[in-house]
């Protein structure tokens, strides 16, 4: 199999992400995301995915989603038992940084309080957890 690094891999989950839907998906909804990079030496991908495991079990989500390409990338989805709401988290090794994407969905109405109380809860551990 051939391997196509973190570029390709952050491509395919783009692409994947603007894919239309075979199940019809509510118009509008609410997208927050947050974008950082932290010292790999603060804030490895084991310590990235933990964190976002943690703050989603607090929420009360429950985990769909966990992938891992060693020294390169995690990815974590969850989301609420009920649906209606997701939650994933991307830690890509760059260099000598841990970047992260947080990406919080409110499937049930745009500019979604909900969805960005989520992106800043889990998007604020991370962000303590590479400061430590």
Known sequence: MKSYGVAG???AVGC???APS???APSKFGLEYRVERASSAKLS???CLGVAKRESAKLG????VENRYPGQLAVFASGPA???A???VYCIAVDQKTAFVVQAIDYSQPNSPAAK????RVHAALLSASQS
């Not at 989500?61 to 769909?64: C, E, I, S």
């Not at 109380?117 to 800043?120: E, F, I, N, S, V």
């Open 45 to 47: 991908l084991d310590t």
């Open 117 to 120: 109380r989520t992106a800043d």
């Open 82 to 84: 009920a649906g209606g």
């Open 86 to 88: 997701s939650l994933m």
């Open 9 to 11: 891999v952050v491509l």
């Open 16 to 18: 994947l992400l603007s």
């Open 61 to 64: 989500y429950a985990p769909a």
């Open 22 to 24: 075979a199940v019809a």
